[in-house]
């Protein structure tokens, strides 16, 4: 199916800036559209980011005019970054790279194994 792996992710103090990667390999084409996740200790997980097929960016309100997201799709491989500018504590997490595909009217999701990413203030 879909494989999807991260990196990137790192311990860097609060103002800093961290980008994450995530490489989708496999059936590309049934990607519909990815995204980043996130999960903190204690806390559930929650959307982050997530950029369609065609290029259309959706942000949490808590990470609007940090986060940038992107994706390039060069042949046989889709790339998805997360530019995280201006960090701080609060987006100390493990990020997680998420695809939604599509086969027929069915979607399904693929995950990555998830990076972590901690802010120190």
């Known amino acids: 199916q879909v494989q999807l792996v991260e990196s990137g992710g790192g311990l860097v103090q609060a103002g800093g800036s961290l980008r994450l990667s995530c490489v989708a390999s496999?059936?590309?084409?049934?990607?519909?559209?990815m995204g980043w996740y996130r999960q903190a200790p204690g806390k559930q997980r929650e959307l982050v980011a997530t950029i369609t097929r065609g290029g259309s960016a959706n942000y949490a309100d808590s990470v609007k005019g940090r986060f940038t997201i992107s994706r390039d799709n060069p042949r046989n491989m889709i790339t998805v970054y997360l530019q995280m500018n201006s960090l701080i504590p609060e987006d100390t997490a493990v990020y997680s790279c998420h695809a939604d595909n599509v086969i027929g009217a069915q979607h399904f999701p693929s995950w990555g194994q998830g990076t972590q990413v901690t802010v120190s203030s």
């Open positions: 496999g059936r590309i084409f049934i990607i519909n559209a």
